[in-house]
C-alpha cells in the first residue's frame, strides 16, 4: 500500500532526526500534506501504528495537517487558495492555472525527548 511506503520513509526520517540529537524516544510527529498529494489521513495513521512498535517512534503520536491547495493563474496572475480541486481560477474563470503545491508531503515537525535533557533537568 502507498501509506505503508510512506511511513516507512517518515520513521526513517525520524529516526535519523532522533539518533542525530540523542533522543531517548519520539513524542510528537508531525507532517503536512498537500491536499493532492494522494494522502489518505486515516491509512497513514493506520500505517503509523502499525510500523511504529519498535522504532524510537513506539510511544509518539501522528498529526497530519492538510494543507490548502494553492493554485496561480497564468491568465490574471492571482493566486487562489482552494482545498477542492476544480484546477480553475475563481477570479476571471480561466482554466489555464498553474499548481504551486498541494503534491507535497512535507514532515513538519518532531517533538523529541532526549535522555541528555533529562538527566540536566533532575540531576
Ligand atoms: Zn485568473
Do not use: W
Not at 502499525?50 to 494553492?70: D, M
Not at 499548481?99 to 533537568?121: H, K, P
Amino acid at each position: 500500500m502507498h501509506e505503508f511506503s510512506i511511513v516507512q520513509s517518515i520513521l526513517d526520517t525520524v529516526e535519523g532526526y532522533a539518533r542525530q540529537s540523542s533522543a531517548s524516544s519520539v513524542k510528537r510527529v508531525v507532517i503536512r500534506a498537500g491536499a493532492i498529494s494522494g494522502i489518505e489521513p486515516h491509512l497513514l495513521q493506520i500505517a503509523f501504528d502499525t510500523f511504529k512498535g519498535h522504532t524510537v517512534c513506539s510511544e509518539a503520536a501522528l498529526e497530519i495537517i492538510i494543507e490548502p491547495l494553492k493554485v496561480e493563474c497564468c491568465s490574471c496572475s492571482k493566486i487562489a487558495e482552494n482545498t477542492n480541486p476544480l484546477f480553475r481560477c475563481p477570479f476571471c474563470g480561466s482554466t489555464d492555472v498553474r499548481l504551486l503545491n498541494g503534491e507535497d508531503l512535507i514532515l513538519e515537525r518532531i517533538e523529541m525527548e532526549s535522555s541528555d535533557a533529562e538527566t540536566q533537568d533532575s540531576p
